[in-house]
């Protein structure tokens, strides 16, 4: 099983640049069957999530030219409206159902897999509800779940939770229904405003996307273009975190500052010295940084994805700070690991801990139980003294372009192993 080994404390600095965003890639891909027209998407990040969500693409009859960053998606004829057993690796692909119900009005699928951080197996309850409110069949049997409907017509759908992946689901499956949809309680993240305008771009009619209330005319077909992947707003508050928690000298580039307010705002409160741009974040060695308590929450709130890497962060902070997470079930239970190094954590419940700092990290063999989880670890042995070894990484590279090689240039010690 591949492995990263890391050897802790080697001075850090230069700089990096962010790949697109992760979270954008897995509902542009999917949107591509919206149209039978070919699709353009650049700064498409090199990752296994990407990969997956092109092999379903593929297996639903698209024919896909894959460029270095880039891809050209051809589906003039879908060929089949089931999700094959690939989703079981993939909790994003449920987005697929959206778009094919939309343009096939049948879609068969498996309960999508992915991430261990959910309650349970990741509920899709919200999904179901909202294509019967657009008057479409649902039905259950074995895992596997049937929904079909002789026609959308728009409709109303309150989300009980917010969901991003929810939002933008239904956002599409609206696009070709007949009639006016309301989304209500809809997920803010800026993923979905960037979507909706491109669709809208291709003759969709969407308004309301970056706010709670989204409402969206159907239409009979939308054409196709080209579009270009925003940022990683995650991977870069992640690298963010990595140099504050290492303290070393770095560049963050071709990211969005305006995207992660959330974090700097507890940057100028804690004492980690930045400064930033346009396009770029640039952070200088902070040598006393004070803890500061957060609670996750949907964007513009502090991202739950950041909260692993920051939990990490607090291990070298001083004083105490509590780690509420909101979103979601067990994405706090890798700190356990994390006291293993040697880190002063309490868990008090299964949605918070404290964290005491600044402790002395060590390092220790891990494993990765997701991925946000996964990078926290690598950003702990990156500040640990001695060596670390991580395995499960494939939760890693899901999300984290050539991890080892990015790091690698900025002076880290990792190397990508098999046993
Ligand atoms: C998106 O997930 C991201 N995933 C997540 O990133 C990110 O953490 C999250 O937004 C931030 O809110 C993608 O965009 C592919 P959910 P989202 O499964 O919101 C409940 C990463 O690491 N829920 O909808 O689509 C669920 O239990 C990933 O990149 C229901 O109750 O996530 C959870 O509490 C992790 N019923 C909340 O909603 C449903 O039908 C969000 O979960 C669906 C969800």
Do not use: W
């Amino acid at each position: 099983m591949p492995k990263f080994v890391i050897n802790g404390q080697r001075p850090l600095a230069g700089e990096i640049s962010v790949r697109g965003a992760k979270n954008a890639a897995l509902k542009i891909l999917p949107a591509a069957l919206l149209s039978a027209e070919p699709i353009t998407i650049k700064n498409l990040p090199r990752i296994q999530d990407v990969d997956l969500s092109i092999k379903l693409l593929e297996e639903l009859g698209a024919e896909v030219d894959r460029g270095q960053d880039s891809a050209t998606i051809r589906i003039e004829t879908i060929t089949d409206s089931r999700i094959s057993a690939t989703a079981n690796k993939l909790r994003a692909s449920v987005v697929f159902t959206g778009p094919l119900l939309a343009r096939m009005r049948e879609v068969r699928f498996p309960h999508p897999g992915g991430c261990v951080i959910g309650a349970g197996t990741r509920p899709i309850d919200l999904f179901l509800e909202g294509f019967a409110a657009l008057g479409a069949e649902v039905e259950e049997a074995d895992g596997y779940y049937s929904i079909r409907a002789d026609k959308l017509s728009g409709g109303e759908y309150f989300f009980t939770t917010i969901s991003v992946t929810g939002t933008e689901t239904l956002m599409m499956a609206a696009v070709l229904a007949e009639g006016k949809t309301i989304l209500k309680n809809c997920a803010l993240e800026p993923e979905i405003a960037a979507l909706a305008a491109y669709l809208n771009s291709q003759g969709a009619k969407i308004s309301g996307a970056g706010t709670a209330t989204i409402v969206i005319d159907g239409v009979k077909r939308i054409s196709a273009g080209e579009f270009t992947i925003m940022p990683d707003r995650i991977e870069a508050g992640t690298f963010a975190i990595m140099a504050a928690a290492t303290k070393a000298e770095l560049t963050i580039r071709d990211c969005d500052p305006s995207h992660l307010e959330a974090l700097l705002s507890i940057f100028s409160k804690i004492g980690v010295k930045f400064s930033a741009g346009k396009d770029y974040l640039t952070i200088r060695k902070s040598p006393d940084i004070s803890s500061y308590s957060v609670k996750t929450h949907e964007y513009p709130g502090f991202p739950t994805d950041l909260q692993s890497p920051y939990t990490v962060l607090m291990t070298q902070a001083r004083g105490s700070a509590i780690i509420h997470e909101t979103i979601y079930d067990r994405r706090l239970l890798f700190t356990d690991m994390l006291a293993q190094m040697g880190a002063d954590i309490i868990m008090c419940d299964p949605h918070r801990v404290v964290v005491n700092g600044p402790s002395k990290l060590y390092g220790r063999k891990l494993t990765s139980p997701d991925l946000r989880a996964g990078i926290a670890m690598i950003i702990a042995g990156l500040t640990a003294e001695g060596k670390t070894e991580i395995d499960n990484i494939y939760q890693i590279d899901r999300g984290y372009e050539r991890i080892d090689e990015r790091l690698r240039s900025l002076g880290a010690d990792i190397t990508r192993q098999d046993d």
